[in-house]
């Protein structure tokens, strides 16, 4: 399993669409800040100079957060079939496959991350107004948020291994995180099961979440943590049963 997670990560280095998300991302970051301070400096009443509002567009951004996991994921998932036959010829063994791309591409999608996030609060912290405890709000927002945010890592490693096309892994994306307590809600009304699982969903979660950050009465939030660590073990069970028993053609 090492040879092979040395060869894939010798291919991950080399990825030139990975190294410019990542530069891209951070520059996002930067950019964000910049504009959010400038506003600050020239508009005495604008109202969204803070930290706290700068915080909150990554614990909102839902769908920019996946698209970001996405793009990371796709460094080793991509349209490598040629290399996935290979590897399989060779006698590599499937689950050796599946685990080798999916922890390369969560290291470095996770390095990036916390290098990300060290950005963020450097910046907020030096350029815009805050207040005593936006930091520790953030984290502790953040906390609740990545059990979320990587069980759609896991999702789409998932989905991308088992050759899921691209629409369709989106679609599924925005079902289970991005609508899901809507429809849950809806069936509610008809069936109290449904309440249980509502108050589950991730958007539910994620949408509480942003609210307690900015009502800054944001604490530790247990259901957070079930909710991913069930959608993580739900994504990884199928995509190591369905991938390996794939035909690669």
């Known amino acids: 399993m090492m040879n092979y997670m040395k060869s894939e990560q010798y291919r991950l280095l080399r990825k030139k669409s990975l190294h410019l998300t990542s530069l891209v991302c951070l520059a996002l970051i930067a950019a964000a800040a910049a504009v959010l301070a400038y506003f600050q400096r020239t508009d005495p009443t604008f109202p969204y100079g803070t930290a ?78 805050t207040d005593s405890g936006s930091v520790r709000n953030f984290l502790t927002a953040l906390g609740n948020m990545a059990p979320i945010a990587l069980s759609a890592f896991f999702f789409i490693h998932s989905m991308k291994m088992m050759k899921v096309g691209d629409v369709y892994v989106f679609i599924v994306l925005l079902v289970v995180y991005g609508f899901s307590g809507y429809l849950l809600r809806i069936g509610a009304q008809k069936l109290d099961a449904f309440r249980t699982l509502y108050d589950y969903a991730p958007d539910t979660l994620l949408g509480q979440n942003m609210m307690a950050f900015m009502g800054q009465t944001v604490q530790f939030n247990a259901a957070c943590w079930v909710t991913g660590v069930i959608l993580s073990a739900a994504a990884i069970v199928i995509g190591v049963t369905k991938f390996s028993k794939q035909t690669i053609d």
Not at 54 to 64: E, I
Not at 91 to 110: E, H, M
């Open 52 to 129: 706290s509002f700068y915080y909150s567009n990554l614990l909102g951004g839902t769908v920019l957060v996946l698209i970001v996991i996405f793009l990371f994921n796709s460094s080793l998932t991509g349209r490598d079939t040629d290399v996935l036959k290979n590897a399989v010829s060779f006698g590599i063994r499937r689950s050796t496959i599946y685990w080798s791309k999916l922890l390369l591409t969560l290291g470095y999608f996770l390095i990036i991350s916390v290098v990300g996030v060290a950005l963020m609060i450097a910046l907020g912290e030096t350029m815009l107004a």
